[in-house]
């Protein structure tokens, strides 16, 4: 079956006024819109375009309450232990301005934060909350525009060594000198656990009534980023040019957050259109510009570390991020066949899948005046049509799928055939 689903985008105050409708085709609100929900989450479900077609229900999650065998297959259904559910959630992603560092939890440790939270009876809407469900949040950012940067887990030693030796050149270079800031920070990533003991200082002094010492520091990176745009105008070569600029968009956004000294013992990453990051439990990351399909884990579990007003809980983040330097973690595509990219991470919540055909790409094709391509589900699906239009058929009906519009597709489907041309962008179970 084929159901038809919309959302409103989430107005959050960091997305993009403009990138979401410019992708999908419609007149922009005038409001921020940051992300736009394709799945069965609570916090934002899709809405049923046709409820009678599934009974009269009018939302996703409604109808996966009331029938989880049909939307979600006998399969999936067994595997949830009595209590059915979507296991992933897609979004439109746009920023226009810097997120929030963050990590999220093993599943482990969310069922055991969650049951503690439970015990304590802190309301799961309450601010100091950590946990809200009992589940982990790997997920995945694949690149629409042509550039998306993000921060992406923590730098190797010798890079920070030498980011930090910048910052020092720029403060002798510098009309006041002011060497003991850069003192504070390194006498702490000289020891045993540097990245711990370094994100536990900046975070924990930097946020308290005593944040003196991490204040000043803070202040003195971004004067010397700022003073490192006069010194390229000059002539000067920098090794990191990048990082200092995002510390001058970082101070911008968020005055005097401790995360912007954070930002310099992280991977700057910038994606180009198609590539993919997969961001799993523990990793610090922070998305600062760029419009994205999202793909992750059905799960509000977000532990926050700078860069933010909100609740940071410092214990509970240490505890959850993973502080060994790792490479950027790039996930590349299998291909199943032309037009046919699938992403795996090593979970078993969610794939995606992209689709795309322009036409009479080969010769084939060529033959029947229609690209097709075709993949095999292994569970339910949401797809989302990005640009030109698709029927999409599967083994017991079809549909029409075109820029803009999105689709919750049942297990039962089977082996989908696209003809068409443009992009298609497909969620579901491994």
């Given at each position: 079956?084929?159901?038809?689903?919309?959302?409103?985008?989430?107005?959050?105050?960091?997305?993009?006024?403009?990138?979401?409708?410019?992708?999908?085709?419609?007149?922009?609100?005038?409001?921020?819109?940051?992300?736009?929900?394709?799945?069965?989450?609570?916090?934002?479900?899709?809405?049923?375009?046709?409820?009678?077609?599934?009974?009269?229900?009018?939302?996703?999650?409604?109808?996966?309450?009331?029938?989880?065998?049909?939307?979600?297959?006998?399969?999936?259904?067994?595997?949830?232990?009595?209590?059915?559910?979507?296991?992933?959630?897609?979004?439109?992603?746009?920023?226009?301005?810097?997120?929030?560092?963050?990590?999220?939890?093993?599943?482990?440790?969310?069922?055991?934060?969650?049951?503690?939270?439970?015990?304590?009876?802190?309301?799961?809407?309450?601010?100091?909350?950590?946990?809200?469900?009992?589940?982990?949040?790997?997920?995945?950012?694949?690149?629409?525009?042509?550039?998306?940067?993000?921060?992406?887990?923590?730098?190797?030693?010798?890079?920070?060594?030498?980011?930090?030796?910048?910052?020092?050149?720029?403060?002798?270079?510098?009309?006041?000198?002011?060497?003991?800031?850069?003192?504070?920070?390194?006498?702490?990533?000289?020891?045993?656990?540097?990245?711990?003991?370094?994100?536990?200082?900046?975070?924990?002094?930097?946020?308290?009534?005593?944040?003196?010492?991490?204040?000043?520091?803070?202040?003195?990176?971004?004067?010397?980023?700022?003073?490192?745009?006069?010194?390229?105008?000059?002539?000067?070569?920098?090794?990191?040019?990048?990082?200092?600029?995002?510390?001058?968009?970082?101070?911008?956004?968020?005055?005097?957050?401790?995360?912007?000294?954070?930002?310099?013992?992280?991977?700057?990453?910038?994606?180009?259109?198609?590539?993919?990051?997969?961001?799993?439990?523990?990793?610090?990351?922070?998305?600062?510009?760029?419009?994205?399909?999202?793909?992750?884990?059905?799960?509000?579990?977000?532990?926050?570390g700078g860069l933010t007003p909100k609740h940071i809980d410092v214990d509970e983040l240490l505890d959850v991020l993973e502080f060994t330097s790792l490479p950027v973690p790039y996930l590349a595509p299998?291909?199943?066949?032309?037009?046919?990219?699938?992403?795996?991470?090593?979970?078993?919540?969610?794939?995606?899948?992209?689709?795309?055909?322009?036409?009479?790409?080969?010769?084939?094709?060529?033959?029947?005046?229609?690209?097709?391509?075709?993949?095999?589900?292994?569970?339910?699906?949401?797809?989302?049509?990005?640009?030109?239009?698709?029927?999409?058929?599967?083994?017991?009906?079809?549909?029409?799928?075109?820029?803009?519009?999105?689709?919750?597709?049942?297990?039962?489907?089977?082996?989908?055939?696209?003809?068409?041309?443009?992009?298609?962008?497909?969620?579901?179970?491994?």
């Amino acid at each position: 079956m084929f159901v038809g689903i919309a959302n409103s985008p989430r107005d959050y105050a960091w997305g993009s006024i403009s990138a979401i409708p410019a992708l999908l085709g419609y007149a922009p609100t005038g409001k921020p819109e940051a992300e736009l929900w394709l799945g069965a989450h609570p916090g934002s479900p899709s809405v049923i375009t046709d409820p009678e077609q599934v009974g009269g229900y009018a939302t996703l999650t409604d109808w996966i309450e009331a029938a989880p065998e049909v939307a979600l297959g006998r399969e999936l259904v067994e595997a949830s232990g009595g209590a059915p559910r979507l296991p992933f959630l897609m979004k439109i992603l746009a920023a226009a301005s810097p997120l929030s560092l963050q990590a999220h939890p093993t599943m482990t440790r969310a069922r055991s934060g969650f049951a503690l939270e439970n015990e304590a009876g802190i309301p799961v809407g309450a601010a100091e909350r950590n946990y809200r469900d009992p589940f982990h949040k790997p997920e995945v950012i694949l690149a629409l525009s042509e550039s998306f940067d993000a921060l992406c887990g923590f730098r190797e030693p010798v890079e920070i060594r030498r980011i930090l030796g910048e910052l020092r050149a720029l403060d002798v270079a510098s009309d006041d000198p002011q060497p003991g800031a850069l003192d504070a920070l390194e006498q702490r990533l000289l020891g045993p656990e540097a990245l711990r003991d370094t994100v536990d200082w900046l975070l924990r002094d930097g946020r308290g009534e005593d944040s003196g010492e991490v204040a000043w520091l803070v202040e003195r990176v971004v004067a010397l980023a700022e003073s490192a745009v006069g010194l390229v105008h000059g002539g000067a070569i920098l090794e990191f040019p990048l990082e200092l600029d995002t510390v001058r968009t970082l101070a911008v956004a968020y005055p005097g957050d401790p995360g912007i000294v954070i930002s310099l013992l992280t991977n700057r990453v910038s994606l180009r259109r198609g590539e993919v990051l997969y961001l799993p439990a523990g990793n610090i990351h922070a998305y600062l510009s760029g419009l994205g399909v999202e793909l992750m884990a059905a799960s509000d579990n977000v532990l926050r570390g700078g860069l933010t007003p909100k609740h940071i809980d410092v214990d509970e983040l240490l505890d959850v991020l993973e502080f060994t330097s790792l490479p950027v973690p790039y996930l590349a595509p299998v291909s199943h066949a032309p037009g046919v990219a699938e992403y795996r991470p090593a979970v078993d919540d969610f794939a995606l899948v992209h689709i795309t055909a322009q036409p009479a790409t080969d010769a084939a094709d060529a033959a029947s005046g229609v690209p097709m391509r075709q993949f095999t589900l292994a569970g339910p699906g949401i797809a989302i049509c990005t640009s030109g239009g698709f029927l999409v058929a599967g083994a017991a009906s079809s549909v029409t799928l075109k820029r803009g519009e999105s689709v919750y597709i049942t297990p039962d489907e089977g082996t989908l055939t696209f003809a068409g041309s443009g992009d298609v962008f497909l969620a579901t179970t491994p």
